[in-house]
Nanobody, 126 residues
Framework: QVQLVESGGGLVQPGGSLRLSCAAS????????IGWFRQAPGKERKGVSC?????????YDVDSVKGRFTISRDNAENTVYLQMNSLQPEDTGVYYC??????????????????WGKGTLVTVSS
């Protein structure tokens, strides 16, 4: 059974950091593109960051998180991480992990998703 499980969300003050984890089971992350999407309260879900399959070696970040968020993978742990630094209130939302089995961030960011996690809530507030 394919499953993506997010963890690491929580409440953090502006300027703080969090690291989100996306643990996969039922398939190998190595060949998939994995992305993080954010859904702010009352808004639609949008892509934040993506890492392509290991053979592609490509990462993608939306402009609003460039220089602050870093996506990485640990194939041995079958887990993808999102390190979030310098968090701001506008980063608040539910963060979802998503997989695209063709390994391409281009298709994942366009919304072609094969598997979704259930999300983890990040709240940035003083």
């Amino acid at each position: 059974q394919v499953q993506l499980v997010e963890s690491g969300g929580g409440l953090v003050q502006p300027g703080g950091s969090l690291r989100l984890s996306c643990a996969a089971s039922g398939f190998t992350l190595d060949y998939s593109a994995i992305g993080w999407f954010r859904q702010a309260p009352g808004k639609e879900r949008k892509g934040v960051s993506c890492i392509s399959s290991s053979s592609g070696g490509i990462t993608y970040d939306v402009d609003s998180v460039k220089g602050r968020f870093t996506i990485s993978r640990d194939n041995a742990e079958n887990t993808v991480y999102l390190q979030m630094n310098s968090l701001q209130p506008e980063d608040t939302g539910v963060y979802y992990c998503a997989a695209r089995y063709d390994g391409e961030c281009q298709t994942l960011v366009a919304g072609f998703i094969d598997s979704w996690g259930k999300g983890t809530l990040v709240t940035v507030s003083s």
